[in-house]
């Protein structure tokens, strides 16, 4: 079986909680609602934006946290038209996407983002020509359902046993475990090392060549 190392995009290879937080305060001021702490929208990071909503606004119908979604997209939407939106990658990313694949490992994606979110994410980075496989929460539930790592793994034609989700939140720990897969945290992005043991990490990372280090050690 192939060895596969799926990647979350958000929190994990790129930065962009300026973009999130802003927009998510955006599409409130917008319904007319107070806007939430930037810890609060950080806590719901990784989860579909419906999903999100749920979480965000629990007293509030279905309807309700479908429309709050779809204004966060057009705010979003906006700062990208206004040249607003900054996705840098996180410090040593670059290097071990390169490393993990002079080492044999297929490479993929397993996010919250759209599929045009994450494809202009990527081409902006020149990066994604790396991966075999790209899931988004367009066809998939929403994290931690495990149907984004299965299809994933089909596609790279990978095992549980030899397949890692590497990811910030505990939302992507949950969701390695519900597929059998290992549960990589890392700890430069939005939920602390603490939360992401406490829903099930095997181990976590402070940086991207200590996570190399563990990988290397897997193979």
């Known amino acids: 079986m192939n060895r596969l190392a799926l990647f979350d995009c ?8 300026a973009n999130i937080c802003l927009a998510m305060e955006v599409c409130f001021d917008a319904a007319g609602l107070p806007a939430p702490s930037r810890e609060r929208t950080r806590s719901v990071v990784g989860l579909s934006l419906v999903e999100a909503m749920r979480v965000m606004l629990p007293d509030a119908d279905g309807g309700t946290h479908v429309k709050i979604a779809e204004g966060y997209k057009r705010a979003f939407h906006g700062l990208r038209g206004k040249g607003l939106v900054d996705e840098p990658l996180y410090e040593g990313i670059a290097e071990l996407i390169d490393a993990l ?22 081409g902006h980075h020149g990066l994604r020509h790396r991966f075999v496989t790209l899931q988004t929460a367009d066809r998939h539930p929403s994290k931690p359902h495990p149907s984004m790592i299965e299809q994933a793994m089909a596609d790279a034609g990978a095992a549980p046993e030899t397949t890692v989700m590497i990811g910030d939140t505990s939302y992507d720990m949950a969701m390695a475990r519900a597929a059998g897969a290992t549960a990589a945290g890392v700890a430069w992005g939005y939920h602390g090392a603490d939360a992401l043991l406490a829903a099930g990490a ?14 290397k050690a897997m193979a």
């Open 10 to 17: 958000d929190g994990t290879l790129v930065d962009s909680q």
């Open 101 to 122: 694949d002079a080492d044999g490992w297929l490479l993929g994606v397993a996010t919250g983002k759209s599929d045009r979110g994450l494809d202009l994410c990527l």
């Open 202 to 215: 095997h181990f976590v990372a402070d940086r991207p060549a200590d996570l190399l280090v563990r990988m």
